[in-house]
C-alpha cells in the first residue's frame, strides 16, 4: 500500500473527540498573529505562520515530533491543507490530519466561544 500523498481530512468533532480520549495529537496552527489574536484555538499549539517559515523550517525536526499524529489548523482549511501536502511530500512526515473548515469550523461545531472571523 503506497503512502498518503496529502492530509486526511478530520472534522471539528472529530478532533475533539480525538483529544478528549487523549490522543497525543500535535496541533499545528499555520495562521498569521494578527488571525491568533482574533480567535485562539483554546489548546496549546505549535504556532508556525507559513508568512515567516523562514524563521521555522530549519528548526522543524525539533519542533515536531515525526512519531506523533499532527493536525494542521488555519481559518478556513485551505492553507493547513497544503501545509499538511508539503508536511508529507517534502518532509515526510506520516500521520498528517486538516482541520476541515478550521478555527471557523471549530467554532460553529464544538465551542461557539471561539470568535468566528
Request: with cysteine; aromatic share 8%.
Amino acid at each position: 500500500m503506497s503512502s498518503p500523498t496529502s492530509p486526511t481530512s478530520l472534522r471539528a468533532a472529530e478532533l475533539q473527540a480525538r483529544l478528549e480520549r487523549g490522543e497525543a495529537i500535535q496541533l499545528v496552527d499555520v495562521r498569521e498573529d494578527v488571525e491568533l489574536e482574533l480567535a485562539r484555538f483554546p489548546l496549546a499549539v505549535v504556532h508556525l505562520p507559513l508568512s515567516r517559515s523562514e524563521a521555522w523550517v530549519g528548526r522543524l525536526e525539533e519542533l515536531l515530533n515525526r512519531d506523533r499524529p499532527i493536525a494542521v489548523l488555519c481559518h478556513a482549511g485551505v492553507r493547513s491543507w497544503q501545509f499538511g501536502c508539503w508536511l508529507i511530500e517534502a518532509q515526510g512526515y506520516g500521520q498528517v490530519w486538516n482541520l476541515q473548515g478550521g478555527i471557523d469550523a471549530w467554532s460553529v461545531e464544538v465551542d461557539a466561544s471561539v470568535p468566528r472571523y
